[in-house]
């Protein structure tokens, strides 16, 4: 089974929560606070395997969760670091973000890796707050939620040569003949729904992955047939065989076939009418083969392409070595990988916030009765706040007039006992007097 596409959802492990604790030894008087920070959650890692070739283990298990770190310990202990959870994926994956569908990492080299959900911070213990006017804070944080995120991940077929054209021209028998893979083949279109990939002896020491890569038709660059499907696995080729049905064995023009195909990569990628290209004329043993030959060499000069033509009959194994050679040979001139674009790691996203007047990084609405106050930074706050003690809501309350939300709830006509929103959290406005 080739699975070439999977939605999964990942998140990191949350942080372990600080502790309150204080000292309890014999003959330590008033010995202080002694509650330890909570351990960081797990991260969510991507790490590239050469030994998968599929992503059909994403169509059984399609949540991945880190652990959790350990909470803060006695004696200002450190809470344990959760170990982060690696997940395996084939080299050729690229990882999307299902909302923003931007592309996380394009992952091609065995053991590469890319954290696809970061685990939180652990939450600090009341050791940390203490301070000369409060030697014995009763504050603790809670831990910090890990990231969470539902992802993409595709599959492009990581292939020293593509063979492309369209369907029924012999691919699947040519990758048979020069391999050891068995594709299924068949006198129908779209025989080959997936890709097939073999290992190819040239026979002089040197071998190359071949991939018979699912036939086109005309509008594959718009998803139609195929489309999309076959085109991503093309782009991962360092040369393109275009096999071509000499013979014209279905009534088509083995020249037009050759440019309408030709005419589908650009539009997909305009970088794939850069890649090298050997033109595989297939069915030679076949009648008027020949004549056509003549007449696609004729055409082919007209437009001044310079294209290596190898005439061959897969099916009568006629010419085949030939062409082996002749691809190994351009191998041999050409990067080891194929040119993608660079993409950015986690690390190196841009973040952008939308600058507000004054300084202010929240805003306040009316839902009816109730005062709305939206701000990410306050949220993530609210999560991190231990409301069970008492120094720990008016350490929060602290926090909020010093941003200036209790003076901006005022100029908007709040009053004593009006309901104030934050996240889920519902709080009651008190007038300080």
Not at 111 to 120: D, H, L, N, S
Request: hydrophobic share 35%; charged share 30%; proline share 4%.
């Amino acid at each position: 089974m080739f699975v070439d596409k999977a939605k999964i959802y990942v998140k990191g492990g949350d942080g372990g929560d600080g502790l309150v604790a204080f000292r309890r030894e014999k003959y330590v008087p008033e010995g202080g606070p002694a509650g330890g920070d909570g351990g960081d959650g797990g991260d969510v890692i991507f790490r590239v395997d050469e030994g998968l070739r599929t992503l059909v283990d994403f169509r059984y298990q399609k949540h991945f969760k880190a652990q959790r770190g350990e909470k803060g310990r006695n004696k200002s202990q450190h809470g344990a670091n959760a170990e982060d959870l690696i997940v395996r994926v084939p080299p050729g994956t690229v990882v999307i973000d299902d909302d923003t569908q931007e592309i996380i990492a394009d992952l091609t080299r065995h053991g590469q890796e890319v954290v696809v959900a970061k685990g939180g911070r652990g939450g600090r213990g009341n050791t940390r707050f203490a301070t000369a006017n409060n030697t014995a804070p009763e504050i603790a944080e809670n831990g910090e939620e890990g990231e969470e995120r539902w992802v993409v991940l595709e599959l492009k077929v990581m292939a020293d040569v593509g063979l492309v054209g369209f369907p029924s021209v012999g691919k699947s028998t040519l990758l048979s003949v020069v391999s050891g893979a068995k594709p299924k083949i068949g006198a129908y279109h779209f025989t080959t729904l997936t890709p097939n990939l073999g290992v190819v002896e040239v026979g002089d020491g040197r071998s190359f992955v071949m991939a018979d890569l699912p036939g086109l038709i005309e509008g594959a660059h718009e998803g139609v047939g195929l489309g999309h499907e076959f085109l991503r696995h093309v782009e991962r080729t360092r040369i393109i065989v275009h096999v071509v049905d000499m013979a014209g064995t279905e009534g088509r023009d083995p020249f037009e076939d050759w440019e309408k195909i030709n005419g589908e990569l650009k539009l997909y990628n305009a970088k794939l009418e850069e890649r090298p290209q050997i033109i595989a004329a297939n069915k030679m043993d076949m009648p008027g083969a020949e004549e056509h030959l003549a007449e696609f060499k004729r055409r082919l000069a007209e437009t001044g392409r310079d294209v290596t033509i190898c005439p061959i009959s897969a099916i009568a194994k006629s010419g085949v070595q030939e062409l082996l050679y002749k691809v190994a040979d351009q191998l041999e001139t050409i990067p080891e990988m194929p040119l993608v674009e660079e993409l950015a790691d986690l690390s190196e996203r841009k973040v952008y916030r939308l600058e507000r007047e004054e300084g202010e990084d929240f805003t306040i609405r009316r839902d009816n009765e109730a005062f709305v106050i939206e701000s990410p930074s306050i949220e993530k706050l609210i999560k991190r706040t231990n409301f069970s003690t008492h120094e720990s809501v008016m350490r929060f309350a602290r926090i909020l007039r010093k941003k200036g939300i209790d003076a901006a709830l005022r100029e908007r006509g709040a009053k004593d006992g009006q309901t104030i929103r934050i996240g889920d959290y519902e709080f009651e406005f008190v007038e300080q007097e």
